[in-house]
């Protein structure tokens, strides 16, 4: 079945070093989304992308749709304790409403 | 405006038992999605309901079942309860108005079922 691969499963990084978590999915995907979960809290929606080699940037954070529409990746620049969660992503097949979501990469920051 | 909600914050159950999780989207939204988060395992896919109508079902037994009401509100039943079942169980909703390729999931805080 369709499926979306996340890794890595969790990152340990220093304050000021950078995290990248990437998504491949077995299928063309129509867009992509991510979300952050908190330790304790809930997902909370990030970003979407749509178009094919689309790169979004939200201050630290860099988010890259590829080419074929088949992987995606998460980068965050210089990481703050503020950063700790898991981060999720989530493809939208065709024109389906179903997301299918990646296992998620649990981000630890080490001040 | 008010967010997702979801009811109760934790359940404790024993083995054998029923949960009934209530969930209530945010207002205009017409599609509800069900997740089972267990310890390490992310987020697991367990119902859409949308319409009142359940759109899809996850790889789940049929112990895991539920309903959408008139008022979009949901209902997630899980019967005869093991201990595996024992996870945060979220719940999500979409707004039907928007086209379907830009849907955002908006979650509640879940609820925690522990299973004694």
């Known amino acids: 079945g369709q499926q979306v691969m996340q890794i890595p499963q969790y990152q340990h990084v220093q304050e000021g070093e950078d995290f990248t978590t990437y998504c491949n999915s077995s299928?063309?995907?129509?867009?992509i989304q991510w979300y952050k979960q908190r330790p304790g809290g809930h997902p909370v929606f990030l970003i979407q992308?749509?178009?094919s080699g689309e790169v979004k940037k939200q201050k630290r954070l860099t988010f890259q749709f590829g080419e074929a529409k088949k992987n995606s990746s998460l980068h965050i620049t210089a990481t703050q304790t503020t950063d700790v969660g898991t981060y999720f992503c989530?493809?939208?097949?065709?024109?389906?409403?179903?997301?299918?979501w990646g296992l998620g990469t649990s981000l630890a920051v080490n001040p | 405006e008010a967010g997702v909600t979801q009811s109760p914050t934790h359940l404790i159950k024993t083995r054998g038992q029923q949960a009934t999780l209530r969930c209530s989207p945010i207002?205009?939204?017409?599609?509800v999605y069900w997740y089972q988060q267990a310890l390490g395992l992310g987020l697991q896919f367990l119902l859409w309901?949308?319409?009142?109508?359940?759109?899809n079902r996850g790889n789940f037994p049929p112990r895991f079942s539920g309903r959408q009401f008139p008022n979009y509100s949901s209902e997630l039943n899980v019967n005869a309860l093991e201990l595996e079942d024992s996870a945060l169980y979220l719940c999500?909703?979409?707004?039907?108005?928007?086209?379907?390729?830009?849907?955002?999931?908006?979650f509640g805080p879940g609820t925690r079922l522990t299973v004694l």
């Open positions: 989530a493809g939208r097949p065709g024109n389906n409403r179903k997301l299918i």
């Open positions: 299928t063309t995907l129509s867009n």
């Open positions: 992308l749509v178009k």
């Open positions: 207002s205009g939204h017409t599609s």
């Open positions: 309901y949308d319409e009142g109508e359940e759109r």
């Open positions: 999500a909703s979409t707004s039907g108005k928007l086209r379907v390729r830009f849907v955002e999931q908006f």
